[in-house]
């Protein structure tokens, strides 16, 4: 395993992550659909993920409506301080008008509840799931930065947040020297690059860690999805078309990514994997399982060392088209090159 530093911090988090979106949910749409695990096949994943020595852990207070966090509280035990335990708030957690969002009080409400799943008086990585239009951020960096000071939260970080929305919140931190956030978790693959026009740049600019999500586009790049169709009825993409992409694009950088695996001997999947190892600002990439074996495959990703010329053939296959303003400014831009 390989570690990178999780933005400012002085702490390791290893290349590949496990997500643990997988663990519970038997009989309870979506998350039937997504794994439903249950303890003893959740043990062997994380035991796997342990044992190759990820170190970084992934959940949520909304997967499977917090069973994920319980089945994952129950399965660390005495290997809690082994890992860098993250989990994530906002999503509705029960009926009333209250129990959602990120106000200090559903907050408060929400880390309490997840301590508790998670049988533990800390959580290493507190993070904010998505971007709250009624709470001003102000009060939610103030309650996360207070649950920071009790030490019930060793670090913050956001996901799901547009570029002006987490500088916004890094500015508001700054002056009012509040804690700041370490780290974005968001979406990020061959199939989805949106985050490359702005949010990649903030990140470097302001030394903020990016922790991926769906690095295969929720299984479309795992290699059993073609232009034929897929390959695999249970597959999770096969029953949830999500995240979304544009798929003809796609297909093209499958093909890429086929020849590019045959050469190297590689899955797919992990060549998939390998290129968002590759990408700046990438701190640790997030990956899913059901089984074992499958996880164990995913961190073979690790061991592709992809060539420039790999890489220059993924990034023209799957590179999306320039928005406005990036277009006109790689244009001017390019006027400030030397003449002659």
Same mark, same amino acid.
């Given at each position: 395993m390989r570690f990178e530093?999780? $933005? *400012?911090?002085?702490?390791?988090?290893?290349?590949?992550?496990l997500g643990t979106m997988t663990f519970g949910g038997a009989g309870t749409p979506p998350w039937s659909t997504i794994g439903a695990l249950d303890l003893p096949a959740a043990d062997k994943l994380l035991g796997t993920a342990l044992d190759h020595g990820v170190n970084l852990i992934d959940t949520a207070d909304m997967y499977a409506g917090g069973e994920s966090e319980s089945m994952l509280g129950?399965?660390? $035990?005495?290997?809690?301080?082994?890992?860098? @335990?993250?989990t994530k708030l906002a999503a509705r957690m029960g009926p009333g008008p209250n129990q959602t969002g990120l106000s200090r009080l559903h907050l408060m409400n929400a880390l309490e509840?997840?301590?508790?799943?998670?049988?533990?008086?800390? +959580?290493?990585?507190? !993070?904010?799931?998505?971007?709250?239009?009624?709470?001003? +951020?102000?009060?939610?960096? *103030? %309650?996360?930065?207070? %649950?920071?000071? !009790?030490?019930?939260? =060793?670090? +913050?970080?956001?996901?799901n947040l547009a570029a002006w929305q987490l500088a916004k919140a890094l500015g508001v931190a700054d002056r009012r020297g509040l804690t700041r956030f370490v780290a974005s978790q968001s979406y990020y693959s061959l199939a989805g690059r949106d985050i490359e026009a702005e949010l990649v740049p903030l990140l470097a600019e302001e030394n903020v860690g990016l922790i991926v999500y769906s690095p295969l586009a929720? $299984?479309?790049?795992?290699?059993?999805?073609?232009?034929?169709?897929?390959?695999?009825?249970?597959?999770?993409?096969?029953? %949830?078309?999500?995240?979304?992409?544009?798929?003809?694009? *796609?297909?093209?950088?499958?093909?890429?990514?086929?020849?590019?695996?045959? =050469?190297?001997? /590689? /899955?797919? %999947?992990?060549? /998939?994997?390998?290129?968002?190892?590759?990408?700046?600002?990438?701190?640790?990439?997030?990956? $899913?399982?059901?089984?074992?074996? !499958?996880?164990?495959?995913?961190?073979?990703?690790?061991?592709?060392?992809?060539?420039?010329?790999? @890489?220059?053939?993924?990034?023209?296959?799957? =590179?999306?088209?320039?928005?406005y303003p990036g277009w006109v400014q790689a244009d001017i831009a390019s006027w400030r090159l030397p003449v002659g």
């Open positions: 530093r999780l $933005g *400012t911090t002085g702490v390791y988090v290893s290349r590949l992550a129950e399965l660390l $035990g005495s290997r809690r301080d082994e890992v860098v @335990l993250a509840a997840s301590l508790r799943r998670l049988r533990t008086d800390h +959580i290493d990585l507190y !993070q904010i799931h998505s971007f709250d239009p009624l709470t001003p +951020i102000e009060e939610t960096l *103030t %309650a996360l930065d207070d %649950a920071v000071r !009790q030490g019930k939260v =060793r670090y +913050i970080g956001a996901s929720g $299984g479309f790049l795992s290699g059993k999805f073609g232009r034929s169709g897929g390959t695999d009825a249970n597959a999770r993409r096969s029953k %949830a078309d999500l995240p979304p992409i544009d798929k003809e694009r *796609t297909y093209d950088t499958i093909d890429v990514l086929r020849d590019v695996a045959g =050469r190297h001997g /590689a /899955a797919v %999947a992990q060549v /998939a994997l390998a290129w968002v190892l590759t990408r700046p600002a990438v701190t640790s990439v997030i990956v $899913g399982a059901r089984r074992p074996e !499958q996880l164990t495959d995913n961190l073979g990703a690790l061991d592709v060392e992809l060539t420039a010329e790999d @890489l220059a053939r993924l990034d023209a296959a799957s =590179r999306p088209p320039l928005g």
